[in-house]
């Protein structure tokens, strides 16, 4: 592992918001949050802190907080967390040779920083602007020729623009670079996503951070029960009877 662990060094008034999260409270009552396998997920309700705690170790690695890899410099809005400041990796013997932080709220960003690199870098990510393909499109591109083995990848919410198809496809490509050496740390709310065989599963809750299994995350729970009866679930939460 690139990183093998994170651990929270001091929570101060200085936090701000990020003081209040639940995931930030239960790493200041734990020693680590350990990265035992090539794939970590994230998963949780809104508001819990997945994105604000994959954002501080993303941002402590040294990646833009708004998203690339570790040589972006832009910046549009300084509206990052100062949680970076107060934690702690622990990273392994070797480093990734190559890296990028994927978040989908500033992707935008990030793909109109790439186009004012030239030509050379454009060939990067292969070869077409990312703002002359669909959302979705201009995701995967970045996922099938920028990313490389022996890499770490950040990834926040990266189902937000990929069908079902393509979620799919993209567990095949991180199994590639899980292969080749990559590691990645995903936050995410797609069961489909989610399903990495032998991957380490963090819930976040109001209760804290929990390690899981698949079948016992809320995502899973929530999107089976929909799946199973369709009919029935939405009678339940449309019947005002």
Known sequence: MYIRSVKLERITEELGYAAKLPAVK???????????????????????????????IAVKCGFNAEGGSLNFSFSTKETHSPLHSAIKLVRGIERPKT??????????????????????????????????QSHGESFFSLVMNRFKGHGLYILDEPEAALSPSRQMSLLVRINELAEQGSQFII?????????YPGSVIYELTENGVTETNYENTETYGAMKAFMDDPKRMIKHLLDKN
């Open 187 to 195: 936050a995410t709310h797609s069961p489909i996503v989610l399903a």
């Open 99 to 132: 890296g990028f932080f994927l978040r989908a709220e500033s992707f935008y960003n990030a793909a109109s920083y790439i186009d004012t690199l030239g030509s050379e870098i454009l060939d990067v990510y292969g070869g077409v602007s990312l703002h002359e």
């Open 26 to 56: 239960s790493l200041a009552q734990r020693e680590e949050l350990g990265f035992k396998s090539p794939v970590t997920y994230f998963v949780g309700e809104n508001g819990t802190g997945k994105s604000t705690l994959l954002e501080a």
